[in-house]
């Protein structure tokens, strides 16, 4: 991309960023993009090469910049997500390639990242397992398994997924995160519904983490989600508990006793997932929480030692994040 010059033409200070940007911003709005002025300006500072904090202070917008801005702008008009015209997505601390062939990490998916980084942290400064092991399920652009490694360099961390589309983007991520320091994830190509997944790995995992396609079938999506996020990576089938049902299974053979699972879920799902698990025999302190706008969102669970008798109840319990 060209950068604009450090003497600004007279063409460059007639396109001032103050009125591209409200004209960009009503172009999207009447699209229908929600954020239509974030939107805007974060097109502008991506093009301008500039912090979004810094547009005020901007000369302007060359021609050739203002052409190829309007050509972004248009695009996000017809809804292609605005990760895939930056080329990044932020996540936590992390910015990650994203683009075609990989599910876009939502800003929701931080609190069951964090909360996964909150447990592998207990888990290293208890002291008794120093290299807490920790499996990302559904890893897709590796948003959960990479802060986790980032945030908790201690740790090592398995991310497993099976779209070849996801997996080149996962280990570009990984591959870009290990250069800039943090520990090198291991990237696994395999299906999270394998009844043979990471059998080398059974009962030595202390925290499994995952954000499976959970969308049923029947479900309204956004044009962003619909026409570009891989259908295999949002959809869970007909009540969108396919994949999850088969993860809570593998989970109870991946994780050591007392090792935890935390699994993001429709916000249909509030009532339905733990009961899943509480049924499934092996989970106690089961807890749904809630996200941000106050949804359930994901939940989370602990291994029993064994399953408990016949007609033995687990109780779960709703949260907040």
Do not use: K
Not at 109 to 122: F, I, P
Not at 186 to 192: F, I
Not at 227 to 244: M, R, S
Not at 293 to 319: E, H, N
């Amino acid at each position: 991309m060209t950068t604009a010059p450090q003497h600004p033409s007279e063409g460059t200070r007639r396109n001032r960023p103050a009125p591209v940007l409200a004209e960009a911003a009503r172009t999207l709005a009447a699209a229908g993009v929600t954020s239509a002025r974030a939107e805007a300006e974060l097109l502008a500072a991506y093009v301008l090469e500039i912090p979004r904090g810094r547009l005020a202070l901007a000369d302007g917008f060359t021609d050739e910049q203002l052409d190829g801005y309007r050509a972004l702008v248009a695009r996000r008009s017809r809804r292609e997500p605005l990760q895939y015209l930056t080329g990044t997505a932020g996540f936590r601390h992390l910015e990650l390639a994203v683009g075609p062939g990989v599910f876009v990490p939502r800003p929701e998916t931080e609190l069951l990242a964090g909360w996964g980084v909150d447990q592998a942290r207990t888990i290293a400064r208890a002291g008794g397992r120093p290299e807490p092991l920790v499996v990302d399920l559904c890893s897709g652009s590796g948003a959960i398994a990479l802060s986790v490694a980032s945030e908790v360099p201690q740790t090592r961390v398995v991310a497993v997924e099976r779209s070849p589309e996801a997996l080149s983007w996962l280990r570009r991520n990984a591959a870009a995160r290990a250069a800039a320091g943090d520990r090198p994830i291991e990237v696994v190509a395999a299906d999270a519904t394998d009844p043979a997944l990471l059998d080398e790995l059974a009962g030595r995992v202390d925290v499994l983490l995952c954000n499976p396609p959970y969308v049923p079938l029947a479900v309204a999506v956004p044009p962003e989600v619909a026409d570009h996020d891989p259908a295999e990576a949002v959809f869970g089938g007909a009540d969108g508990l396919d994949v999850i049902r088969r993860v809570i299974d593998r989970a109870g053979f991946l994780l050591r006793t007392g090792g935890v699972l935390g699994i993001e879920h429709d916000d249909s799902h509030g009532a339905v997932l733990p009961g899943l698990l509480a049924a499934d025999g092996r989970y106690v302190t089961i807890v749904d929480h809630r996200d941000l706008a106050d949804r359930p969102r994901f939940v989370t669970a602990s291994r029993l030692a064994d399953r408990p008798p016949p007609g033995a109840a687990a109780t779960w319990q709703t949260g907040s994040s």
